[in-house]
């Protein structure tokens, strides 16, 4: 099963109607990129989300019941080593939450990974756009997300906030608008979705089994 399968498999539970529909979409996509990362990596589902199995369980029951089984087959391991650059950008998030709720926090700790990959953010948390990871950090982290006035690429903005906190100056250019690498900052992040490159990679492979199995 891919990545649309499963993000289909979440948001076609009954409980998910019952929360936000741009949320619903949001975790799901998130929860749906990480679990066929896990799943192609070979590791457990902490590894993919940055959440423990404690906290996996409590955002599942809350959002998505009828996958809780699922964590038995994923092995979500109760341990999880968080790198530097991970724990501070969990931390600066988890600062900046708009109402320090429980889903908020789980939020936090699964961008703060997502963040860790190479692709643009909006596309390692599984939306289709900047636009939608815009409107989830307006949402969920507004604080945060206010000060990025000038419409930064969000992973170069989250680390310019970490190195103000600690005391670094991020670069040398004496403005952002005569720095010879305002494009590695300011530049166009459009492109493909990582659902949507599933969704083709798999119309053009040749019929296998299903990967996992979602009983």
């Known amino acids: ?3 649309n399968a499963i993000y289909a498999w979440l948001t076609d539970g009954g409980e998910s109607a019952r929360h936000d529909p741009f949320d619903t979409h949001a975790l799901a996509s998130v929860l749906a990129v990480a679990i066929t990362e896990a799943k192609t990596r070979g590791v457990h589902l902490s590894e993919s989300t940055g959440l423990t199995l404690t906290e996996l369980t409590h955002l599942l029951s809350e959002t998505f019941p009828h996958a809780l ?3 038995d087959q994923m092995g979500a391991g109760m341990g999880l080593e968080v790198s ?3 724990r ?3 931390d600066l998030l988890a600062r900046f939450t708009t109402h320090r709720t429980p889903f908020q926090r789980h939020l936090a700790a699964l961008i703060a990974k997502r963040a860790m990959r190479p692709n643009h953010l909006w596309q390692d948390v599984g939306l289709r756009s900047r636009a939608e990871l815009s409107e989830l950090l307006s949402r969920h982290f507004a604080p945060l997300a206010n000060r990025n006035v000038n419409n930064m690429k969000w992973k170069k903005f989250f680390y310019r906030m970490i190195c103000r906190d600690e005391g670094f100056r991020l670069c040398t250019a004496p403005s952002c608008a005569e720095c010879d690498d305002f494009s590695v900052c300011f530049g166009d992040e459009s492109g493909e979705s990582l659902l949507a490159r599933n969704r083709r990679n798999a119309e053009l492979a ?5 990967l996992l199995s979602l009983g």
């Open 1 to 3: 099963m891919d990545a």
């Open 69 to 71: 089984s699922f964590l």
């Open 84 to 86: 530097d650059d991970e």
């Open 88 to 90: 501070c950008l969990r």
């Open 206 to 210: 040749p019929a296998s089994p299903s």
